[in-house]
Nanobody
Framework: QVQLVESGGGSVQAGGSLRLSCAAAGYTYGSYCMGWFRQAPGKERERVATIFIRGGGTAYADSVKGRFTISQDNAKNILYLQMNNLKPEDTAMYYC??????????????????WGQGTQVIVSS
């Protein structure tokens, strides 16, 4: 059974930084697409950053370009999201997601077959 477990959320002031982690268990890490998404209260879930695990290509939402960095540690089966210069509008529940390893995927469309439970990020002004 695939499990994605996020950690690293918290409360910070605007301008601060956080690093989110996503530990993957029961997942054939090294397969294709993984990523970070977020959902703020009353808003739709949005893609934040995604990565091709093989090859390392990445894609970012315009709102986070230059501030957030997605990366991976294949040896530890962990996906990271480094978030710098955080803004109040970054406040949301952040989710890790992954495509099933046997499915072709794209960094924008996925598909996103597995989801973690989320970790809360709160940025105060």
């Amino acid at each position: 059974q695939v499990q994605l477990v996020e950690s690293g959320g918290g409360s910070v002031q605007a301008g601060g930084s956080l690093r989110l982690s996503c530990a993957a268990a029961g997942y054939t890490y090294g397969s294709y697409c993984m990523g970070w998404f977020r959902q703020a209260p009353g808003k739709e879930r949005e893609r934040v950053a995604t990565i091709f695990i093989r090859g390392g290509g990445t894609a970012y939402a315009d709102s986070v370009k230059g501030r957030f960095t997605i990366s991976q540690d294949n040896a530890k089966n962990i996906l990271y999201l480094q978030m710098n210069n955080l803004k109040p509008e970054d406040t949301a529940m952040y989710y890790c997601a992954a495509a099933a390893p046997w499915r072709a995927c794209t960094l924008v469309e996925g598909p996103w077959d597995y989801w973690g439970q989320g970790t809360q990020v709160i940025v105060s002004s």
